[in-house]
Structure formats: C-alpha cells, structure tokens
C-alpha cells in the first residue's frame, strides 16, 4: 500500500486521542499489530480499536498492511519505517516532517 504523507491536522487530531497516542506508541519501535492485538492490550472492544486505527489511517499516520498468504480479512497496521526513528537516548520516536513524536 502506498503511503502518504500525513495531514498534518488530522494528525494532531488523531494523536490527540489517549488511545490513539498510545497505540502510535506502542507501534513507535517498528511493531505491526492486528486490530485484535491492540483491543486485548488496550482492554478495549475490538470495534472501538478498530474505529481508532481507521482514524490513524486516515490521518496518514499509519498504514494497513496484509501479512503474506494470511486470510484477507486479517489487517496488519504499522507505523511506516520512514517515520520512526530513535532518539539520542534511545527511546523511540515518531517524526512525520512536520510533527514529531518522542515517546
């Protein structure tokens, strides 16, 4: 899937959510989740992240992959590798160009 660059309003938006920022937290060190992997971890109905991560799609933030020879209906979500990075210390960070974020 081709990946676009972010909106940088909805981006603000989108992050803005305690959820959603939690989620490009968790997916800041490279990580692919399923919208089932992050419900459990976010104790949250799988509808509800599933609304979340539509949001960060659409946003630009991330981006919908689908693992090789998995089930169609199975949706992988990923913060594009050209957006992360790591800080001096380490810690990962988010940078879209225009906004950046240090986790």
């Not at 609304?51 to 919908?64: I, S």
């Not at 089930?71 to 990923?78: A, F, M, P, S, T």
Request: with cysteine; glycine share 8%.
């Amino acid at each position: 899937m081709a990946v676009h660059p972010p909106d940088t309003v909805k981006l603000l938006k989108a992050a803005a959510d305690p959820t959603r920022y939690k989620a490009l937290k968790e997916m800041a060190g490279g990580e692919s989740f399923s919208v089932v992997s992050l419900a459990w971890i976010f104790r949250v109905h799988q509808d509800t992240m599933g609304k979340h991560l539509k949001v960060l799609l659409e946003a630009g933030a991330v981006a919908r992959i689908q693992p090789p020879g998995a089930d169609r209906r199975l949706q992988i979500y990923e913060v594009p590798e050209r957006y992360r990075r790591n800080g001096e210390d380490g810690r990962p960070m988010i940078d879209y160009g225009t906004c950046l974020l240090r986790f």
